[in-house]
């Protein structure tokens, strides 16, 4: 396969993912309400593991490891899905599945100022000063918040989202390093056997009874958080670092609150606020105006300098074929 299709396919891969990702919060708000938070994270991540051990043999061998990955490899499990989880879970008990789909519009800029002094990757005036005007409009959305029977505390929730995007970013500088020497499947299986092992003993410390009284709607929400999130949607995700830079594959996350606001108003009947809907609108600019390249305005005066340059240089060729010297 060619680097440009293989590219390619590491980008629409990457933006089903994200598509993926937008429902996963209403998949996550439904079945936190029966299974409660940290039983829904175990399920999805411990029935993903079920799936993905299997794909362990044939590839054990082909992992390119090198002295030192093992804490890297253990900061990325914890980066997410264990600390990820843990905020998303319980932002989404206090917040809805919109809001905290628009604080995941902050990610982007922290993966590009990480990418910058990490990664050593480029950062430019434009990313910044969109990526502020995203975070005034973040802020905006919060403090506009109101309680209601979709959100019974969304400074908290949201408050709590900002910690699950933190650690979200910790996890794609470092998926972005180690993607070059593992593999996407090898990367998602540790993913959720880490994820299922941390989440299994903070079951029983939480104490709360078993719940098997759950409707069809929550087992479905678990089987897409386990099968179509944990293990299609971050197998794309960490197939995507191979070819594609952190910030470029961070700036795709800018969907994430559009699809969020479309899932929560048409299959949990939320809405916002019209505050609230003048600061998403103030988010989404940023985040355009942060991706988007200004039109080059010196271009025909460039283009007039170079050509005056040519036709210099080739008045100096034919005076000195001829034995002719310039005057100044």
Same mark, same amino acid.
């Given at each position: 396969?060619?680097?440009?299709?293989?590219?390619?396919?590491?980008?629409?891969?990457?933006?089903?993912?994200?598509?993926?990702?937008?429902?996963?919060?209403?998949?996550?708000?439904?079945?936190?309400?029966?299974?409660?938070?940290?039983?829904?994270?175990?399920?999805?991540?411990?029935?993903?593991?079920?799936?993905?051990?299997?794909?362990?043999?044939?590839?054990?061998?082909?992992?390119?490891?090198?002295?030192?990955?093992?804490?890297?490899?253990?900061?990325?499990?914890?980066?997410?899905?264990?600390?990820?989880?843990?905020?998303? !879970?319980?932002?989404?008990?206090?917040?809805?599945?919109?809001?905290?789909?628009?604080?995941?519009?902050?990610?982007?800029?922290?993966?590009?100022?990480?990418? $910058? $002094?990490?990664?050593?990757?480029?950062?430019?005036?434009?990313?910044?000063?969109?990526?502020?005007?995203?975070?005034?409009?973040?802020?905006?959305?919060?403090?506009?918040?109101?309680? !209601?029977?979709?959100?019974?505390?969304?400074?908290?929730?949201?408050?709590?989202?900002? @910690?699950?995007?933190?650690?979200?970013? @910790?996890?794609?500088?470092?998926?972005?390093?180690?993607?070059?020497?593992?593999?996407?499947?090898?990367?998602?299986?540790?993913?959720?056997?880490?994820?299922?092992?941390?989440?299994?003993?903070?079951?029983?410390?939480?104490?709360?009874?078993?719940?098997?009284?759950?409707?069809?709607?929550?087992?479905?929400?678990?089987?897409?958080?386990?099968?179509?999130?944990?293990?299609?949607?971050?197998?794309? $995700?960490?197939?995507?670092?191979?070819?594609?830079?952190?910030?470029?594959?961070?700036?795709?996350?800018?969907?994430?609150?559009?699809?969020?606001?479309?899932? @929560?108003?048409?299959?949990?009947?939320?809405?916002?606020?019209?505050?609230? $809907?003048?600061?998403?609108?103030?988010?989404?600019?940023?985040?355009?105006?942060?991706?988007?390249?200004?039109?080059?305005?010196?271009?025909?005066?460039?283009?007039?300098?170079?050509?005056? !340059?040519?036709?210099?240089?080739?008045?100096?060729?034919?005076?000195?074929?001829?034995?002719?010297?310039?005057?100044?």
């Amino acid at each position: 396969m060619t680097k440009l299709p293989q590219k390619q396919l590491a980008m629409a891969g990457l933006i089903l993912a994200v598509v993926l990702w937008s429902a996963s919060f209403v998949a996550m708000k439904l079945a936190i309400a029966e299974f409660g938070p940290i039983m829904t994270v175990f399920l999805r991540m411990i029935l993903a593991t079920a799936v993905l051990i299997f794909f362990l043999p044939p590839m054990a061998k082909k992992q390119q490891y090198q002295k030192g990955d093992w804490w890297l490899l253990l900061l990325l499990a914890l980066c997410e899905p264990c600390l990820y989880f843990i905020f998303e !879970s319980y932002a989404l008990t206090y917040t809805t599945a919109s809001e905290a789909g628009m604080v995941t519009a902050l990610q982007p800029l922290m993966v590009a100022v990480g990418a $910058y $002094y990490l990664l050593k990757e480029k950062l430019n005036s434009r990313l910044l000063i969109g990526c502020i005007i995203a975070v005034v409009g973040v802020v905006w959305l919060t403090l506009a918040g109101t309680s !209601s029977e979709h959100a019974s505390n969304p400074m908290l929730g949201n408050a709590l989202e900002f @910690g699950a995007i933190l650690a979200a970013t @910790g996890y794609c500088l470092l998926a972005r390093k180690l993607a070059q020497r593992y593999s996407p499947i090898f990367l998602t299986l540790l993913q959720t056997v880490m994820g299922s092992i941390f989440f299994l003993p903070l079951i029983f410390v939480q104490g709360a009874p078993l719940n098997f009284d759950v409707s069809a709607e929550a087992v479905l929400a678990i089987m897409f958080l386990a099968f179509g999130v944990n293990i299609f949607a971050f197998t794309c $995700y960490n197939f995507a670092f191979k070819t594609m830079p952190a910030s470029q594959v961070g700036s795709l996350m800018n969907l994430l609150p559009l699809g969020t606001l479309f899932f @929560g108003w048409a299959l949990l009947g939320e809405t916002l606020s019209g505050m609230q $809907y003048l600061a998403a609108g103030l988010v989404l600019f940023g985040v355009i105006w942060s991706q988007t390249k200004p039109r080059p305005k010196t271009v025909f005066i460039e283009q007039d300098m170079v050509t005056r !340059s040519l036709r210099h240089k080739a008045k100096q060729k034919i005076r000195k074929s001829f034995g002719l010297v310039e005057t100044p």
